[in-house]
C-alpha cells in the first residue's frame, strides 16, 4: 500500500515514515501544504495522511483542492481535538480524524481499515483456495500453518488480494508497491511474483501476459 | 481599665459581645415594597396636610363670620340702647336671631354692665364665664371690640356709650356640626385619595421593577455555555436600558477574554501535543521490536529534542502566565542594558553563523531598572527572530542607547519582513504568520514576541516594530532610563 504523509514537522514525520515503512507501506513524504498537494494529485495514493497546521498552504486547503479532482482517502492527524476541529475535517471530504498524540496501533488499523473500504472490502480476512489472508493481523495461513512473507511480497499478495478478480497492471502495481525513492528496475516486481508463488503456490497468482496479474 | 485590688482571676478583656447590627430591613425589602411603602407615606402627609389646610380655612372662615355676625348684633343692640331702648326691651334683632339659629343651643345670649360693672341687664343662660372684662374694650380704632372663646362659646364684648359694657356670644354648636361634616367629607376624599395613590404607586412600581426583574432572571440565565446571549429587556426607563446595555458590554468583553482564553488554552495544547507525539510514536515504534544500537541512539535524539522543546514551552507559558498574574519585573536591580545585550549576543553568535548571517553589535552603557534575566529574555527573543527569519548572507545589528531619560533598544534585521496585515497580530500569543511558517527551520514556540511585548510592558517601556515585506524589520524597546545617583 501507497501512502502519502503531509505533515510539517520533521521528528513527527519521520517516525510516521518509519513506522508505516515497517509495516508495509510504501511512504512518500511531504514536509508542506503545496508540496503535499502537489504530490497527492501526482500518484494514486492509497491513502493520504494529513496534518491540519501545514506551513504554505493549510491542510483544509489541501483537502478541499484535492476533493475537486480525487477521492484518495484522507486521514487527518491533528494536535486539533475539539468536536467543531473534527467535524469541519471530516465535512471538508476526510474520511477519517485521529488527534495527536495518538496510539500507534490504532493509526495503523485506521489506515488499513480506509485502504480496504476504498477498494469494496470490508471485511479484514480474504480466502483463496486453502489460504486464508488477514488483512488486519497481515498474516497468511494455510489450515494452521502460517506462512511468512517479506513485507513487499506480503503488501504484492496484499494488493491483488483487494482487488481480488480484477486485472492489475504491472504499472499500477509499481504504483502503489513502491514509492518515489524506491529504485524501481523493470524487471523487480517478476522478482517478487516469482517469490510469492514459490511461497504460496504455483496458482495463487496468475499471469495475464501483456495485461498484468489476477488472483482470481 | 486596672483593678488596684490585683483581683486578676477576670480577663481583662473579656470578649465584647457580638455587636448585634440591627439589620436595615427598609433596605433589604424589595424594590417594589419600598416604592409601594415610600409612595404610600407621601401621599398619606401629602393629604393630611392639605386635609388640615382645608378645615382650618374653613374653620377660619365659620369663626370669622359668627364673630361679624355677633358684632353686628351687638352694633345694633348698642345703636337701640343709645336710643334709650328700655333695657328690659333689649333683644337680638329677628335677621341675627334667625341667622344665629332658633335651635335652643344655638340661641345667642347677653349682658349690659354699667361702667361700675353692675349688670343693668342679661338674657337667660348666661353661662358662667360671661363675665365683664377687667379693661373695657376700645370704643375706637380698627378693632373696637373684644372676643372671648372658651369650649364652643364665642363671646363678643363690646363697649357701651355710657361707658360699660355689652357682651353678645353663642356656642357655635350648628358650625361645629358643619365643621365635623366637614372633616368627615374630608377623610372621606382622602382615603380614596390615598387609594388611588396606592394604586398608582403600585403601578409605577410595577413598571420600574418588571424590567429589573426581566434583567435578573437573564443575568441568571447566562452562565459559560449560554455567555453568548444577551440581555434584551424590551423597553425600559432610560437608566434601565443604560443599565443592560451596559451589562451587554460588560458581557461582550467577558465573552472576549473567554474565547481568547479557550483560544490560548487550545494553542497550547495543542503545541505541546506536537512534541508530546513525536516521544510518544518514537517510543511506541523503536519498542516494536528489536533495534540496533544505532537505532536506539537516534530514537533518544528524537525524545530528547521533543522534550527540550516542551521544556521550552512549559517555561513560556509559565512566564506568561506569571505576566497574566501581575508578578514579571517583581524583583527590579539598576542593570546597564548594554552588558545584558552583549552577553545575549555573545551567546547567540553561533546561531548567526550557523544561519550565515553578520551579528553586529552597538552598545553604550545605558542603565534602567529592570530584571537582569527577563531583560535578557527580550534581548534574545528579538534578536533570535531576526536570525531565524533572515537570508542568508543577511545583516542582524544590536543597538543600546541611552537618550534623555529614555534607553532604547533596537534590533534590525535584513530578512524576509513583515507583511502589514501581520503587524497588529504580531504580539498575540501563538501568532505566526505565513511568513513564519513558510520559512524553514524556524521552530518557534509562538510565544516569543507576545512574552517580550509583556516584559517590555511590566518594565514600564513600549516597543515597536517597522518592517516591509522584503526589506527586513526592525524592532525598538524604549525602557524608562535608571536614575543614576551621583
Sequence with gaps: ?216 | MSSPDGHSSEPDTAPAPPVRRRRRRFATASLRTQLIASHLGLAALIVLGFGIAVLGVMWRGVYRQAEADLLAAAQLMLRELAAGASADSLDVTGTYWHRFGPAPRDRAYFAVWDASGRQRLSSGELPIEAAPLEIPPRTHGPHPFETRTYGSHLDVIVATPEGGQLLIGRPLAKEMDGLWRWTAIVGALSLGCLVLAAVAAWWLAALLVRPLVRMASGVEAIDRQTLATRLNIGTAPAEIERLSAAFNRLLDRLQAAFERQVRFTADASHELRTPLSIILSQIEHTLSRERTEAQYREALDTCLRAGRRMRSLVDDLLLLARADAGSLANRLDTVDLATIAGEAVALLQPLADANRVTLTADLASAMVHGDRDQLGRVVWNLVTNALQYNVPAGRCTVEVRPRRAQVFLVVRDTGVGIPAEAIPHLFERFYRGDSARTVERVDGTGLGLSLVAEIVAAHGGTIAVDSQPGRGASFTVQLPAAQVLP
Excluded: C, W
Design chain 1, 1 to 216: 500500500m501507497r501512502v502519502l504523509i503531509i505533515e510539517d514537522q520533521t521528528d513527527l514525520r519521520r517516525v510516521l515514515m518509519d513506522m508505516l515503512e515497517e509495516n508495509g507501506f510504501a511512504v512518500d513524504v511531504a514536509a508542506d501544504g503545496l508540496d503535499g498537494l502537489a504530490k497527492a494529485m501526482a500518484y494514486p495514493y492509497d491513502v493520504i495522511v494529513l496534518d491540519i497546521m501545514l506551513p504554505k498552504l493549510d491542510g483544509r486547503r489541501v483537502l478541499e483542492s484535492l476533493r475537486a479532482t480525487h477521492g484518495t482517502p484522507v486521514l487527518i492527524l491533528s494536535a486539533r481535538d475539539a468536536l467543531d476541529d473534527r467535524v469541519a475535517g471530516l465535512n471538508l471530504g476526510a474520511d477519517d480524524y485521529l488527534t495527536k498524540p495518538f496510539d500507534r496501533a490504532e493509526l495503523l488499523a485506521r489506515l488499513r481499515a480506509l485502504v480496504r473500504r476504498s477498494a469494496g472490502k470490508a471485511a479484514p480476512t480474504v480466502v483463496i483456495g486453502d489460504l486464508k489472508v488477514d488483512l488486519a493481523a497481515r498474516t497468511v495461513t494455510r489450515g494452521d500453518e502460517a506462512i511468512a512473507l517479506t513485507a513487499r511480497e506480503y503488501a504484492l499478495l496484499e494488493y491483488l488480494a483487494l482487488h481480488r478478480g480484477r486485472v492489475v497492471e504491472r504499472a499500477e502495481l509499481y504504483d502503489h508497491l513502491f514509492d518515489e525513492t524506491d529504485d524501481t528496475v523493470s524487471n523487480v516486481l517478476d522478482v517478487y511474483v516469482s517469490v510469492v508463488r514459490k511461497k504460496l503456490g504455483p496458482h495463487v497468482i496468475e499471469t495475464r501476459r501483456g495485461l498484468g496479474y489476477v488472483i482470481p
